[in-house]
T-cell receptor
């Protein structure tokens, strides 16, 4: 079945540091790939997505590229801010009935001054 | 634009009591609807999804049930709550089809005592 593997957290960075959160996946066919962010006590917000190989999703300074050859979708940001502190989830949606999401376990990011 | 509502926001219930959580979507027709549970400090587990009125698919056997009495209404229920039902319940919607983006509601935090 489908699966998503994320790097373990928590990740602690100083403000303006470079961020990478690794995500690899296993799926049949050509899934869509997503990064969602969850701030404390809130639901999930879509951060970015990519629907086919070599697509780059970007939003709010975050980027991720759909790499089919390495089955990866790593999240990057060049300069993090304290306001980026949250839990980040990588997810995929395979072909089939509905758009069921398979999530990674989430990576907590803590950015300090 | 589309919006998704969940209520209540927070609920504290005794073991053995019934449960009803409601989710409604505005601004779209015939959405796919989803219920997820997020246990404390863990990832998200898909519980149910629906592709139309009266159509419910269950992903995991459990103490919960779901119903879709109207096109944009999705209800999560239980006849008798267990301690293990505690968690953060998230409703989401997507357009019809597969590999589509899911958009999440604000969530309901349920504590069973």
């Amino acid at each position: 079945g489908d699966s998503v593997t994320q790097m373990e957290g928590p990740v602690t960075l100083s403000e303006e540091a470079f961020l990478t959160i690794n995500c690899t996946y296993t799926a049949t066919g050509y899934p869509s790939l997503f990064w969602y962010v969850q701030y404390p006590g809130e639901g999930l917000q879509l951060l970015l997505k990519a629907t086919k190989a070599d697509d780059k999703g970007s939003n709010k300074g975050f980027e991720a590229t759909y790499r089919k050859e390495t089955t990866s979708f790593h999240l990057e940001k060049g300069s993090v801010q304290v306001s980026d502190s949250a839990v980040y989830f990588c997810a995929l949606a395979s072909t089939g009935t509905a758009s069921k999401l398979t999530f990674g376990t989430g990576t907590r990011l803590q950015v300090t001054l | 634009s589309q919006t998704i509502h969940q209520w209540p926001a927070t609920l504290v219930q005794p073991v053995g009591s019934p449960l009803s959580l409601e989710c409604t979507v505005e601004g779209t027709s015939n959405p796919n609807l989803y219920w997820y549970r997020q246990a404390a400090g863990r990832g998200l587990q898909l519980l149910f999804y629906s592709v139309g009125i009266g159509q419910i698919s269950s992903e995991v056997p459990q103490n919960l049930s779901a119903s879709r009495p109207q096109d944009r209404q999705f209800i999560l229920s239980s006849k008798k709550l267990l301690l293990s039902d505690s968690g953060f319940y998230l409703c989401a919607w997507s357009t019809g089809g597969s590999r589509e983006t899911q958009y999440f509601g604000p969530g309901t935090r349920l504590l069973v005592l």
